[in-house]
């Protein structure tokens, strides 16, 4: 039976870029993916020609080409990723880390009600300071990732998951938490004994997500690049 030869390799290469597939891993996949499938056409009809064998196959991937397919393993990373941080979320409201959450809560809730307007400020200040430290460290993260994709020439699937978890919403509004609260708890004196509630849920929520992003999300997403690299390196 007829074998693709290393030449047709590189075409297959070629075909899965000139079809907007940007990411190496993925150009691999459907390299190895095409090949067994036109040596099986082959083994059917060894008449048909690479060529014609490439375009059949091609069309089974529907009026979106790799598109779809692209999108599709987009999707399922990111729906890895973000159900990773929902999971070690959840460990905070089970025994032992609800104590922790607990403890948390209570210390932000007293220090804003005891202290007023300066325990007001604190909780602002801490909010802006993570908001403003994520957005700088994501565009520093990005940066880096850029670097290393020209350097090597290639990009992997999985640094543009990890570019994307840097837009995680419940990290990005920490000034829209205090306008919330200054519009609709206000009162005479300050805010109400239900806005500092509102606002303690809040932060703890943030400061556990940055906590979870640091500590779980980023390392694992580091690993898994390098893993990628290594993997495709030889190929």
Request: proline fraction near 2%; glycine fraction near 6%; include cysteine.
């Amino acid at each position: 039976m007829r074998k693709i030869t290393e030449v047709e390799i590189n075409q297959l290469l070629d075909f899965t870029q000139k079809h907007y597939v940007e990411f190496y891993d993925v150009q691999v996949e459907l390299v190895d993916h095409l090949a067994n499938a036109i040596e099986e056409q082959w083994a059917e009809n060894p008449e048909i020609s690479f060529e014609e064998a490439l375009q059949i196959e091609f069309k089974k991937f529907g009026v979106f080409g790799f598109t779809g397919l692209v999108e599709q393993k987009q999707a399922e990373l990111n729906s890895y990723y973000n159900k990773m941080l929902w999971n070690e979320l959840l460990k905070f409201i089970s025994i032992p880390k609800v104590l922790i959450t607990i403890a948390l809560y209570v210390g932000i809730y007293f220090l804003i009600k005891y202290t007023e307007i300066l325990g007001e400020m604190i909780a602002l200040s801490v909010l802006l300071v993570s908001f403003t430290f994520f957005i700088v460290d994501g565009f520093r993260y990005i940066y880096k990732i850029k670097k290393e994709q020209k350097k090597q020439g290639r990009s992997w699937l999985i640094q543009s998951v990890a570019k994307s978890a840097f837009s995680i919403p419940t990290i990005g509004i920490s000034g829209g938490y205090y306008s919330i609260i200054n519009n609709l708890f206000r009162e005479e004196f300050g805010i109400s004994n239900a806005g500092i509630h509102f606002l303690s849920f809040f932060m703890v929520f943030e400061l556990l997500c940055i906590f979870v992003f640091y500590q779980v999300i980023k390392p694992k997403l580091n690993q898994s690049i390098i893993e990628t690299q290594n993997r495709f390196q030889l190929i």
